[in-house]
């Protein structure tokens, strides 16, 4: 089992930047290989993929309209996992999801995660 709680959200102008968190506890990422993905879900509308890192943080995955404005890493003795968001949109706007996979060396760019934190508001104003 994975639980995770994501912080860091909240509200900013466009061209700004968050920095989201989002830390592990259960099994612990220096003992398990486990595959980290970020989502996001505006209203009205589906959770959609936005980026992806190994267990290693060697690989990393980026849905095309976030490429080179976030960046994904992760912090392993943490147990914790980023998504640095810069020259944010309003469409950017969304509740952001952390999840996390089994054990696993494979980048996962899909929704198939087995376990979801709660989610944090991200709000850009134009």
């Known amino acids: 089992q994975v639980q995770l709680v994501e912080s860091g959200g909240g509200l900013v102008q466009a061209g700004g930047s968050l920095r989201l968190s989002c830390g592990a506890s259960g099994r612990t990422f220096s003992r398990y290989a486990i595959a980290m993905g970020w989502f996001r879900q505006a209203p009205g509308k589906e959770r959609e993929f936005v980026a992806a890192i190994d267990w290693s943080g060697a690989t990393t995955y980026y849905e095309d309209s976030v490429k080179g404005r976030f960046t994904v890493s992760r912090d392993n003795a943490k147990n914790t996992v980023f998504l640095q968001m810069n020259s944010l949109k309003p469409e950017d706007t969304a509740v952001y999801y952390c999840?996390?996979?089994?054990?696993?060396?494979?980048?996962?760019?899909?929704?198939?995660?087995?376990?979801w934190g709660q989610g944090t508001q991200v709000t850009v104003s134009s």
């Open positions: 999840a996390a996979s089994g054990p696993t060396t494979r980048i996962i760019t899909t929704i198939d995660y087995s376990y």
